[in-house]
């Protein structure tokens, strides 16, 4: 497992060493979506009965920094290495397609994690969020960066430059994360809108990690849990078969 161990390492590094960016950044830009939409619409919206709209809002906030994190962080590596080169040292070793997806997945849920929990406490020193089960939010934090972590892997063997992975962050990740419920609940949206909601895989990740804070949420959330699940199961089944065949990475 030493190789294993490096590679995560190096990975953990990779974004620590430039922390500023990769963690404060995030924090900052959330914190001012809380601000912007609390101010605005805090005396016009109430998602749930008792619950101020911005308290409500603070979890999707927390839960959409882990997410696009985790994913920029597996992404934005791999296609960093496939430019300048150095991917063909990890290609080269003796690791496994295991051990490869397992260190990218692990660094990236560390990252998602790192990013919520500082944009958590910062939010406590304006508000009072509530946390009613911490096993529910740990359990969705933790499953929705690994399935991001593993979406970013596909994205970036998919994209070959720069260009392509921004194209698919902002038209795959973003519209995906806007329309989960970060800033709503979906029983406020028409019929239409709220089953093409329960299409959205971003959707059930938001809801059950928020029904941590408040045990109130829009479906059960066994049944987020069972969805974000088989999500990840699919997503990683894709990386580990793209990673074994070596697509775009082996040439």
Known sequence: MTGFFTLLHKELLRFWKVGLQTVFAPMLSTLLYLLIFSHVLEEHVQAYPGVAYTVFLVPGLVMMAMLQNAFANSSSSLIQSKISGNLVFVLLSPLSYQEIFLAYVLASVVRGLAVGLGVYLVTLGFFE???????????????????????????????????????????????????????????????????????????????????????????????????????????????????????????
Not at 141 to 156: D, V
Not at 177 to 200: A, D, E, K, R
């Open 129 to 251: 969020i509530p946390v009613s089960s911490f096993l529910w939010v740990f359990v969705f934090a933790l499953m929705g960066s690994a399935l991001l972590g593993a979406l970013g892997i596909i994205a970036g063997i998919w994209a070959e430059k720069f260009d392509q992975l921004a194209a698919f962050q902002n038209f795959v990740i973003l519209p995906l994360t806007f329309l989960s419920g970060v800033f709503y609940t979906i029983h406020s949206l028409p019929p239409f809108w709220q089953g093409l909601s329960h299409l959205n895989p971003f959707f059930y990740m938001i809801d059950g990690f928020r029904y941590g804070f408040f045990s109130v949420s829009d479906i059960s959330p066994y049944a987020s849990l069972g969805i974000v699940a088989a999500c990840f199961l699919a997503v990683s089944w894709l990386t580990l078969r793209m990673l074994r065949a070596g697509y775009k990475i082996r040439h």
